[in-house]
Structures are given as structure tokens and as C-alpha cells.
T-cell receptor, first 111, second 112 residues
Framework: GQQLNQSPQSMFIQEGEDVSMNCTSS?????WLWYKQDPGEGPVLLIA?????ELTSNGRLTAQFGITRKDSFLNISASIPSDVGIYFC???????????FGSGTQLTVLP | DGGITQSPKYLFRKEGQNVTLSCEQN?????MYWYRQDPGQGLRLIYY???????QKGDIAEGYSVSREKKESFPLTVTSAQKNPTAFYLC???????????FGPGTRLTVT
């Protein structure tokens, strides 16, 4: 089946710094989704990307759909303490629109 | 407000007991999903349902069962056959024609 490799696995950054993480796939995706999960909660959809090359922003978050359609990037600018959490990429798989998830990037923001 | 609810938030059971986790949505979504999440890992699909009275096994269905008698509800039963049931369980739903899934707050199940 499809696999998503997400990196880095974890990041420790200072408040105010910018963050970048990425996701690569073994096959082509036609949609990329980025979720954030706060500790003990369900993932929340941050950004959805539908077209190769697309660049979409949501506040301080910017995500890009790679032109090869096998990768995607998420950037967070000027990080703040509430950015702490696990960030997951996901892409559709299967005939029933199941999602394949990356293993997540654990983000820690230091004061 | 529209959304997905899961109850309870925390659940404790003794080994050998079956336990049912609730998932309800009022988003009028056709498709619903159950995932399992273990510490430091991603989400693994247990079961999914695209319409009422129909459901399919996901990647790790062994030891679990589901039903879909109503559009709004998709309960998951963790049976005594599940060898390692302690985990965080997430329910999600999806509207027709889109890929985006929306998640509930999760249920943390601890079996001792």
C-alpha cells in the first residue's frame, strides 16, 4: 500500500522561530491534508491541498503541494507556545477515500 | 453546533471484557471511520463505513467489531480477542465527494 514518510520525527524550537516539515509519498497523491493534534485530543484539519504546485496559507501556516505530486511541505512562521502538538500529513488511498497518515512530527516550542 | 462526539473520554476495563466505544456525528456525513493510535505512532484504520448498514475492515480489524444502523452513529466494540486493546481510539467522518475527514475528541481505553 501507499506509505507516507514524514520528517522530522520531532523538533524542538525557540518561540518566534520558523518551522518547516515535510511529507513524501511512494506514489502520486491528488490531495494532501495537514492535521494538528493537541495532546489527548483528536486531530484538527489545518490545510487541504488539491493541485500540484498549490501554495495555501492559514494564518501563520503555509502548506505546499509538491509539483511531483509525491510530496508536501508545511511551514509555521513565528512559532508560539500553542503551536505545540503533533502535525500529521495525510493523503487519500483506496476506493472508499480512506486516508493514509504520516507518522507525525512532534513539535515542542521552548519559551 | 455540528460535530463529532465520542464518549466516554476515558474508559477502564478488565482484561477479558468486551467494551463499546460510542461515536456520534450530526454533520450529515455518509462515511465514518475508526482509528487506533498508539504512543508516538500515527493513525491506523480499524473499520470504516460508507453508508448505513455497510462497513468494511481496515488494516487492523482483528479483535474489533462495528455496526452502522443509523447514519449518525458508528459504535466500535473492542472484544476480548483483541490482544493489546489499550490505546487511544479516534472516530472520524467524511462528507460526500471530498477527502477531508473530521475527527472526534477520542476515547482513551485502558485495559488491565
Amino acid at each position: 500500500g501507499q506509505q507516507l514518510n514524514q520528517s522530522p520525527q520531532s523538533m524542538f524550537i525557540q518561540e518566534g522561530e520558523d518551522v518547516s516539515m515535510n511529507c513524501t509519498s511512494s506514489s502520486i497523491f491528488n490531495t494532501w491534508l495537514w492535521y494538528k493534534q493537541d495532546p489527548g485530543e483528536g486531530p484538527v484539519l489545518l490545510i487541504a491541498l488539491y493541485k500540484a504546485g498549490e501554495l495555501t496559507s492559514n494564518g501563520r501556516l503555509t502548506a505546499q503541494f509538491g509539483i511531483t505530486r509525491k510530496d508536501s511541505f508545511l511551514n509555521i512562521s513565528a512559532s508560539i507556545p500553542s503551536d505545540v502538538g503533533i502535525y500529521f500529513c495525510a493523503g487519500p488511498s483506496g476506493s472508499a477515500r480512506q486516508l493514509t497518515f504520516g507518522s507525525g512530527t512532534q513539535l515542542t516550542v521552548l519559551p | 453546533d455540528g460535530g463529532i462526539t465520542q464518549s466516554p473520554k476515558y474508559l477502564f476495563r478488565k482484561e477479558g471484557q468486551n467494551v463499546t466505544l460510542s461515536c456520534e456525528q450530526n454533520l450529515n456525513h455518509d462515511a465514518m471511520y475508526w482509528y487506533r493510535q498508539d504512543p508516538g505512532q500515527g493513525l491506523r484504520l480499524i473499520y470504516y463505513s460508507q453508508i448505513v448498514n455497510d462497513f468494511q475492515k481496515g488494516d487492523i480489524a482483528e479483535g474489533y467489531s462495528v455496526s452502522r444502523e443509523k447514519k449518525e452513529s458508528f459504535p466500535l466494540t473492542v472484544t476480548s480477542a483483541q490482544k493489546n486493546p489499550t490505546a487511544f481510539y479516534l472516530c472520524a467522518s467524511r462528507g460526500q465527494g471530498i477527502h477531508e475527514q473530521y475527527f472526534g475528541p477520542g476515547t482513551r481505553l485502558t485495559v488491565t
